[in-house]
C-alpha cells in the first residue's frame, strides 16, 4: 500500500506560478511510477504529467507542455509538480497518483493504471 498526500495549492492570478507537492508513505514508494491528475467541475478526471520510478523518464499532456515540470525526490519520498504561466483553464482539483512501473508502462496517461490516489488539492486560477 501507499498513501499520498497533497499540498500546495490554491488561489493564484493568471501567469503565476504554484509547486504542489505530494507526500507519499508506506511500501516501497521509489518504485512507484507517479502521476499528476486534475478534474474541473462537471469534468472528467485528465492527464496532466507522469514520472517513471527513477525520474528518468516524464510525461506531459499536451494542454501543460512547456508549462508544467513534474519531479521527484525519492530522499523524500515527494513528487512535485511545478506549474507555471497558469490559465484559468488550468482551475481544477489536482491528484497525485502511483503504482507500480510494470503496470504503468505505456499507460501513464490512463487513470485505471493507478491503483493508489491522493484526496487532491485545489488550484484557482483567476482571470
Known amino acids: 500500500q501507499v498513501q499520498l498526500v497533497e499540498s500546495g495549492g490554491g488561489l493564484v492570478q493568471a501567469g503565476g506560478s504554484l509547486r504542489l507537492s505530494c507526500a507519499a508513505s508506506?511500501?516501497?514508494?521509489?518504485?512507484?511510477?507517479m502521476g499528476w491528475f486534475r478534474q474541473a467541475p462537471g469534468k472528467e478526471r485528465e492527464f496532466a504529467a507522469a514520472?517513471?520510478?527513477?525520474?528518468?523518464?516524464?510525461y506531459y499532456a499536451d494542454s501543460v507542455k512547456g508549462r508544467f515540470t513534474i519531479s521527484r525526490d525519492n530522499a523524500k519520498n515527494t513528487v512535485y509538480l511545478q506549474m507555471n504561466s497558469l490559465k484559468p483553464e488550468d482551475t481544477a482539483v489536482y491528484y497525485c497518483?502511483?503504482?507500480?512501473?510494470?503496470?504503468?508502462?505505456?499507460?501513464?496517461?490512463?487513470?485505471?493504471?493507478?491503483?493508489?490516489w491522493g484526496q487532491g488539492t485545489q488550484v484557482t486560477v483567476s482571470s
Open positions: 514520472i517513471s520510478w527513477s525520474g528518468g523518464s516524464t
Open positions: 508506506g511500501r516501497t514508494y521509489s518504485r512507484r511510477a
Open positions: 497518483a502511483a503504482d507500480n512501473p510494470e503496470r504503468v508502462q505505456g499507460r501513464y496517461a490512463y487513470t485505471g493504471a493507478y491503483r493508489y
